[in-house]
């Protein structure tokens, strides 16, 4: 059966007025290792190659057992917010960890496999400074259309990719396009993946490499409508072409969050 990525109108904030303010607030700084990606041991060798239609181990060893079906709101009891960040890594990841780091603020990054071959420096960066890592398909293709086995194979490839390169598996994922079936469901819990949506899209990715202003206030705007729920998930992304409009939006988009009192957690 085909689910779409449908969230009630609620939860997609993408139009109408912010709600207000709560009092001044706390917020995390990134703990020294990432809730959501364990240590586990490397693969010496294992290839970055294209995952082949089979289905493999779960290799999420290291994670708890995860619920069944997808997630859009952030955990957490108090007014929580989580910032993330998917396809990447990517050129403007380096100036994204470096706004987290100068606002002491956690985020969770949902890598593509092949990205993470090509940059693996950044995701031992990320991994490092306790960031999570989720995962989010090996090549990004729409799942939906693909046989089990190769649906498997996304999955359990990106994870491979990461385990290889920073010594740590995913225990989030984050399906692309938000396009998911029963079959991905069932697979991502099978490799002890949550699987988290989101509920604030910030469109950023439409800026398309631009770093003007109005694609700048754009995003922010629209990441400040998740100011209406009590625990948001802000989409945002580290895409190949690059993303500066979101970097340059990020500081604004964290003091928002920041002043509004909401706690930054990872998924
Ligand atoms: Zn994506």
Partial sequence: MRVRAVLAPAMILTAGLCLTAAAAGCTSAPRSRPPAAHPVSATP???????TATISEPVAVGCPAAPYG?????PGSSKTVALTFDDG??????????????YRVTATFFNIGTALATRPWLVREEGDAGYAMGDHTWN???????????QAAELSEASAEQRSIAGTVPCAFRPPYGEYDSTTLRLAQQQRMGVWMWSVDTLDWMAGGSSSSYWVQRIIRLAEHGGALPHPIVLMHNQRKGNPATVMALPAIIQFY????YLFVTL
């Fill in 89 to 102: 890594p990517g050129p403007s990841t380096a100036a994204i960890l470096a706004i987290l780091a100068r």
């Fill in 258 to 261: 920041r002043s509004h009192g």
């Fill in 70 to 74: 997808p997630r859009t709101y952030a």
């Fill in 140 to 150: 990004h293709r729409d799942l939906v259309p693909l046989p089990a086995a190769s």
């Fill in 45 to 51: 060798g294992h290839s970055a190659a294209r995952p």
